[in-house]
């Protein structure tokens, strides 16, 4: 099964952008890339999810490589309720899911 | 739009009682997944349904774990005997289809604490 690698913890301040990296260098061509996020005791929240092509929304922007082996998250302007365990995860075409440790992300006031 | 619910939020047991979880998935969701999370690691699948169907089951310890879908709708989760180790939050989630696409929901979750 296709792995993500994430750096554990990420510093960002506020008001500020954040870049979160991800490594998925064993993706399949059918593999999706899906973001979520974890706010404390709370379960997991859908971020954004791409194939290809970049794509954006109301929370984030999804950057992904052209060679598909890595992407990065895109939070424009962080904000104290940003932070949050983010998970970057790949979901095969027939549904496979691992979730990796994600990165813990602090946001400075 | 109701989202996922599951209850209990908290359960405290001793080891080698017996416990279950109940999940209500978003109306109309045909694929319905329980979790795993242990303290500091991301959540591990456990089982997963496509309506009444059992899909992937692969990481369930089928000893002591057992689940079951009635009606394609709600969802419990059952632990018999419990474990020190069966301690952590039991997360309940949903979508709409099956794919690399679909989006899921998920619940609060279900603290489980096992003494």
């Known amino acids: 099964d296709a792995k993500t690698t994430q750096p554990n913890s990420m510093e960002s301040n506020e008001e500020e952008p954040v870049h979160l990296p991800c490594n998925h260098s064993?993706?399949?061509?059918?593999?999706?890339i899906h973001w979520y996020r974890q706010l404390p005791s709370q379960g997991p929240e859908y971020v954004i999810h791409g194939l290809t092509s970049n794509v954006n929304n109301r929370m984030a922007s999804l950057a992904i490589a052209e060679d598909r082996k890595s992407s990065t998250l895109i939070l424009h302007r962080a904000t104290l309720r940003d932070a949050a365990v983010y998970y970057c995860i790949l979901r095969s075409r027939d549904d496979k899911i691992i979730f990796g440790k994600g990165t813990r992300l602090h946001i400075l006031p | 739009e109701a989202g996922v619910a599951q209850s209990p939020r908290y359960k405290i047991i001793e080891k080698r009682q017996s416990v279950a979880f109940w999940c209500n998935p978003i109306?109309?969701?045909?694929?319905l997944y329980w979790y795993q999370q242990i303290l500091g690691q991301g959540p591990k699948l456990l089982i997963q349904f496509q309506n009444n169907g059992v899909v992937d089951d692969s990481q369930l310890p089928k000893d002591r774990f057992s689940a079951e879908r009635l009606k394609g709708v709600d969802s419990t989760l059952k632990i018999q005997p419990a474990k020190l180790e069966d301690s952590a939050v039991y997360l309940c989630?949903?979508?709409?289809?099956?794919?690399?696409?679909?989006?899921?929901?998920f619940g609060p979750g279900t603290r489980l604490l096992v003494l």
């Open positions: 109306s109309g969701h045909a694929t």
């Open positions: 989630a949903s979508s709409l289809g099956f794919g690399g696409r679909e989006t899921q929901y």
């Open positions: 064993t993706i399949s061509g059918t593999d999706y």
